[in-house]
């Protein structure tokens, strides 16, 4: 099979539309080809251009004068247009047998640069920054992966269950109520990102519209108390809301499993220059810089992340 995925860091490459359409109420599956495009894994993000990029960025004129308080009316940040890339997870890439790749991203409209996405067209051209981030250590083969996916935390776990052919795996889906859920159902009611790579998926919804009623942590619990694993059988990944994460963390440390978490800090640059995305860990050895003396310190989830430990973090 031909291969476009080339051995090198990241970069910008100008992307394709295949495909921009309706999940749910609230979000699209967006496929993007690419004529090359580095090697990638699950956990890995990238950045997006939402806006024209052949339309000139808007130019603020900002007072700087020396002595005077800078004159920022919030103007600068009510732009109709989302000056600053976006971060997506790669919710899966193809490398095609005629050539090229095919990357894929689920998107929420929540703002200005998703609402831009959201009105993407076949052939138009969007422009994208990455790989990003680091990425999900896959589990040992006789380990089963449990997938634990909140909202916009799905999409990374539908590219992970891609990578875990003929492992156990056990896909744990949630969302606010049946609308919101960005997955497709099939006839005989599996959920068809997830049932073709032979991953099992357990929905949960908030409001009880769909699957188990109450929310995906507590799905999780229940499943684990009824498969009664030792703690060494299984590895937990998640993605989604903070607080959800967290709560799958402690979960996770009560049952001594290992839990490897995405976190999804909002991030200006992505690749490790603006500081945005700062999230305090428990370091390994206290002594050691950064802070010598210090139990934590300060990481940067765009580029020492997205995937940390759950053990790690201090939320
Ligand atoms: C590593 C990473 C991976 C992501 N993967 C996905 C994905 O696969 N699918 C997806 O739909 N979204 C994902 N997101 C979130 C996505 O980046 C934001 O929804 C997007 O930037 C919003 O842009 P906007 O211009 O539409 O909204 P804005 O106008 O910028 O913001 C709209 C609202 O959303 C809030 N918001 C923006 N970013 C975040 C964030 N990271 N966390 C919480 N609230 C936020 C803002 O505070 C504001 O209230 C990811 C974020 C990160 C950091
Ligand atoms: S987003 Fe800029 S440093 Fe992480």
């Not at 890439?93 to 929540?110: A, C, S, T």
């Not at 875990?164 to 609308?179: C, E, I, K, S, Y």
Request: proline letters at 7%.
């Amino acid at each position: 099979m031909a291969s476009a995925a080339v051995e090198s860091r990241r970069d910008q490459f100008l992307a394709t539309v295949v495909t921009n359409s309706p999940i749910c109420r609230e979000h699209f599956r967006l496929v993007l080809s690419l004529p090359v495009f580095p090697v990638a894994a699950p956990g890995q993000f990238v950045q997006v251009a939402c806006r024209d990029l052949d339309e000139p960025a808007e130019v603020v004129e900002i007072d700087c004068s020396p002595g005077r308080p800078i004159a920022l009316s919030g103007d600068e940040l009510l732009s109709p247009t989302a000056m600053l890339r976006r971060p997506f997870s790669l919710a899966g890439r193809r490398d095609l047998p005629e050539g090229g790749v095919e990357l894929e991203i689920i998107h929420r409209v929540v703002g200005v640069g998703t609402d831009w996405l959201s009105r993407l067209r076949i052939g138009d051209r969007v422009g994208i920054l990455g790989p990003l981030g680091n990425r999900f250590a896959l589990p040992r083969a006789d380990q089963t992966a449990l997938l634990v996916g909140g909202g916009v935390g799905i999409p990374p776990m539908i590219y992970l269950a891609s990578q875990l052919a003929g492992q156990r795996a056990v896909a744990f889906a949630g969302a606010v109520t049946r609308d919101l859920l960005a997955l497709t159902l099939t006839d005989d009611a599996r959920v068809e990102e997830f049932a073709r790579h032979g991953v099992e998926t357990i929905i949960s919804t908030d409001d009880g519209s769909l699957g188990f009623g109450g929310y995906v942590t507590q799905a999780l619990e229940r499943w684990l108390d009824d498969a009664k694993m030792n703690p060494g059988d299984a590895v937990i990944y998640t993605c989604g809301p903070e607080l959800m994460m967290k709560r799958v963390a402690a979960i996770a440390g009560g049952r001594e499993i290992e839990c490897q978490v995405a976190v999804e800090r909002a991030m200006a640059c992505g690749m490790g220059t603006c500081q945005s995305c700062c999230i305090k860990v428990r370091k390994p050895d206290p002594s050691k810089p950064p802070l010598p003396g210090s139990d934590w310190c300060y990481r940067l989830a765009c580029t020492d992340g997205p995937v940390f430990h759950g053990r790690e973090l201090l939320w």
